[in-house]
């Protein structure tokens, strides 16, 4: 019978509470390979088997686990009675007529009532493969590893291992709101929280009519790749050029991005408690552009009142470029659009605003009407994984 072994490694050190982030990659699993129709998922002994119904099936769910945060690895692996003897029997059978090569046989045995140790095991089971193969032994640099597992009724054995998203399980760590702004530094970050066991939603920010629809497009292309991760995603389109254009009339030149981007983080934690979501999550890196220093950091982060996550502040752009490309959501980030907040820029936007500047800058911006009016225009679109395409709502008014 053909499995596939998930191992997790950060959920083992939970103590008490270990079994439910166990119990919540269980059901993240079942849910991810719903249309598959696997036979079986469950946990056993430090490790879930995902039994599949015939081998034809597992590119297609080793596809889907990589996705899929709290998984530190998993392999193909072939399920057999535990008794060492048959253990042996289908490992030597599944090597007969190989190329040669060196190997080692490197054995695990998870239930202790097992009556045979692991030292013993891997020399019975190597001593068989040499029999058939004439294989050499080398336990130091070997071209092979033939993993053997015995639980309390079954056993496994496996040639590879596949790296898995490690992380903890969705739904394990929370809500949050992640601003995507369609380039590659924001998606990173939103999967970055994904990763951390949270659920996020996003919220675009777009200037349609004024410019193109080219973000949001961009934005549904970034959060149907992101979905894999977490299974359903939600999508706020905000308009935003509406406030854009009342704050060119009453707000300096050089200040003008800096009071875009706090009315962005005012309108998605708006958007964030509709959700439950309880932080928020930016792209931003310390210096990669003016509104970027300390400084204007401080002062644009001051306008949010619930926790500000900024994952990749400290990453320099290769580092997040080389995790975009792993995700492939830079060919989709690189597609060129009209960027929100570019439109009426100033030349030579302010690098060190003070927080004072900032709030007289706001005095007489109806900031409260302005924020509920641009909430209230959010699009709403829902997007699942597993889909043939995304599943997006009627345009609906939050």
């Given at each position: 019978?053909?499995?596939?072994?998930?191992h997790y490694?950060?959920?083992?050190?939970?103590?008490?509470?270990?079994?439910?982030?166990?119990?919540?990659?269980?059901?993240?699993?079942?849910?991810?390979?719903?249309?598959?129709?696997?036979?079986?998922?469950?946990?056993?002994?430090?490790?879930?088997?995902?039994?599949?119904?015939?081998?034809?099936?597992?590119?297609?769910?080793?596809?889907?686990?990589?996705?899929?945060?709290?998984?530190?690895?998993?392999?193909?692996?072939?399920?057999?009675?535990?008794?060492?003897?048959?253990?042996?029997?289908?490992?030597?059978?599944?090597?007969?007529?190989?190329?040669?090569?060196?190997?080692?046989?490197?054995?695990?045995?998870?239930?202790?009532?097992?009556?045979?140790?692991?030292?013993?095991?891997?020399?019975?089971?190597g001593?068989?493969?040499?029999?058939?193969?004439?294989?050499?032994?080398?336990?130091?640099?070997?071209?092979?590893?033939?993993?053997?597992?015995?639980?309390?009724?079954?056993?496994?054995?496996?040639?590879?291992?596949?790296?898995?998203?490690?992380?903890?399980?969705?739904?394990?760590?929370?809500?949050?709101?992640?601003?995507?702004?369609?380039?590659?530094?924001?998606?990173?970050?939103?999967?970055?929280?994904?990763?951390?066991?949270?659920?996020?939603?996003?919220?675009?920010?777009?200037?349609?009519?004024?410019?193109?629809?080219?973000?949001?497009?961009?934005?549904?292309?970034?959060?149907?790749?992101?979905?894999?991760?977490?299974?359903?995603?939600?999508?706020?389109?905000?308009?935003?050029?509406?406030?854009?254009q009342?704050?060119?009339?009453?707000?300096?030149?050089?200040?003008?991005?800096?009071?875009?981007?706090?009315?962005?983080?005012?309108?998605a934690e708006?958007?964030?408690?509709?959700?439950?979501?309880?932080?928020?999550?930016?792209?931003?890196?310390?210096?990669?552009?003016?509104?970027?220093?300390?400084?204007?950091l401080?002062?644009v982060?001051?306008?949010a009142?619930?926790?500000?996550?900024?994952?990749?502040?400290?990453?320099?752009?290769?580092?997040?470029?080389?995790?975009?490309?792993?995700?492939?959501?830079?060919?989709?980030?690189?597609?060129?659009?009209?960027?929100?907040?570019?439109?009426?820029?100033?030349?030579?936007?302010?690098?060190?605003?003070?927080?004072?500047?900032?709030?007289?800058?706001?005095?007489?911006?109806?900031?409260?009407?302005?924020v509920?009016?641009?909430?209230?225009?959010?699009?709403?679109?829902?997007?699942?994984?597993?889909?043939?395409?995304?599943?997006?709502?009627?345009?609906?008014?939050?």
């Open positions: 019978m053909t499995s596939v072994i998930v490694q950060e959920l083992g050190l939970k103590g008490r509470n270990r079994p439910w982030f166990i119990n919540t990659l269980v059901r993240t699993l079942r849910d991810a390979l719903r249309d598959i129709h696997v036979t079986e998922v469950r946990p056993i002994m430090g490790r879930i088997e995902v039994r599949l119904r015939d081998d034809g099936q597992w590119p297609e769910v080793a596809g889907r686990l990589r996705w899929i945060p709290g998984i530190a690895n998993f392999s193909r692996a072939t399920h057999v009675d535990a008794d060492l003897e048959q253990i042996a029997g289908h490992v030597a059978a599944s090597v007969a007529g190989c190329s040669p090569c060196t190997f080692r046989v490197s054995a695990r045995r998870a239930d202790k009532r097992f009556p045979v140790p692991s030292p013993d095991m891997e020399r019975v089971i001593r068989r493969v040499q029999d058939v193969t004439g294989w050499r032994v080398d336990l130091t640099r070997p071209e092979r590893t033939i993993f053997v597992e015995v639980v309390t009724n079954d056993a496994f054995f496996y040639f590879d291992k596949e790296r898995g998203a490690g992380g903890l399980p969705v739904g394990s760590g929370g809500r949050v709101m992640t601003l995507l702004s369609g380039g590659i530094d924001s998606p990173v970050a939103g999967w970055r929280l994904i990763r951390r066991g949270c659920r996020t939603s996003f919220v675009h920010f777009h200037s349609h009519p004024i410019l193109s629809r080219t973000s949001q497009d961009k934005a549904r292309s970034l959060v149907e790749q992101l979905t894999r991760g977490q299974l359903h995603s939600r999508l706020f389109l905000v308009p935003f050029a509406p406030i854009q009342r704050i060119v009339i009453g707000v300096p030149p050089a200040l003008r991005v800096l009071i875009y981007r706090r009315f962005m983080l005012r309108i708006r958007l964030a408690k509709r959700t439950g979501a309880q932080a928020l999550v930016t792209g931003d890196v310390v210096g990669q552009v003016a509104s970027q220093t300390i400084e204007n401080a002062v982060g001051a306008a009142t619930m926790p500000l996550l900024r994952p990749l502040i400290g990453f320099d752009k290769d580092e997040i470029t080389a995790e975009a490309q792993r995700l492939g959501t830079y060919d989709i980030s690189i597609v060129p659009d009209d960027d929100c907040c570019s439109l009426f820029a100033a030349k030579f936007p302010s690098t060190r605003a003070s927080r004072e500047e900032a709030d007289a800058a706001e005095t007489d911006l109806s900031i409260e009407q302005w509920d009016e641009a909430a209230a225009a959010a699009v709403v679109e829902d997007f699942r994984f597993p889909m043939v395409k995304s599943a997006r709502q009627e345009t609906t008014r939050t």
